[in-house]
């Protein structure tokens, strides 16, 4: 019997400082999320604007009050326009970047991040749809907050693709960290 109280104790004892590292480090780990709000694709001064929404995982690393990541990203939008006939409109967008953070006060960072960004643009007329995938980068700046294992955030984003496509995106999201 006292081997079992003593090699709980140590377990108890070993578990403990991993614990309280996981509550010093609350930007740490791999995440899930899911995104929605407003997005803008332009084009030669014309545009469209609608709600994206999608899902995103990442995994951070937090050094003190620095925060590192990686992420990606698939979303879809509901931007589309309609001029003499053809229709436009905003696809699936995939993103695979970095971020960067620092913890401003307890439970709150703010980041910067960018990376590659693929979308695709579809057009339509009453007898021929076509789409083409454009590639570009994304860069962007949020706010994040922690509540316990959840989190949630509000970013700016912009992206600049081929063809001469930008896109302007201010997103929520709501995700938990593993």
């Known amino acids: 019997m006292r081997i079992l109280a003593t090699a709980a104790l140590a377990l108890t004892a070993a578990a403990t400082p991993a614990f309280a ?22 084009t030669n001064n014309a545009g469209a604007s609608g709600f994206t929404y999608g899902g995103a995982l990442g995994y951070d690393l937090q050094r003190g009050k620095a925060v590192f990541g990686v992420e990606g990203e698939v979303t879809g939008s509901t931007a589309k326009e309609t001029d003499a006939g053809v229709t436009v409109k905003a696809g699936r967008d995939l993103y695979a970047g970095v971020r960067a953070g620092y913890v401003v006060i307890p439970n709150t960072l703010l980041y910067v991040k960018g990376g590659y960004t ?19 980068f994304r860069l962007g700046a949020g706010v994040e907050r922690q509540f316990g294992r959840f ?3 509000v970013e700016y984003r912009y992206s600049n693709y081929s063809q001469d496509v930008e896109r302007h995106q ?7 960290r593993f």
């Open 21 to 42: 590292q996981d509550e010093a480090k609350p930007f740490q780990g791999p995440r899930a999320e899911i995104v929605g709000g407003w997005d803008r694709v332009e």
């Open 151 to 153: 989190y949630g955030k």
């Open 170 to 176: 201010v997103l929520a999201g709501l995700g938990v």
């Open 118 to 136: 693929n979308a695709r643009v579809i057009g339509e007329t009453a007898n021929v749809r076509a789409a083409d995938n454009l590639d570009g």
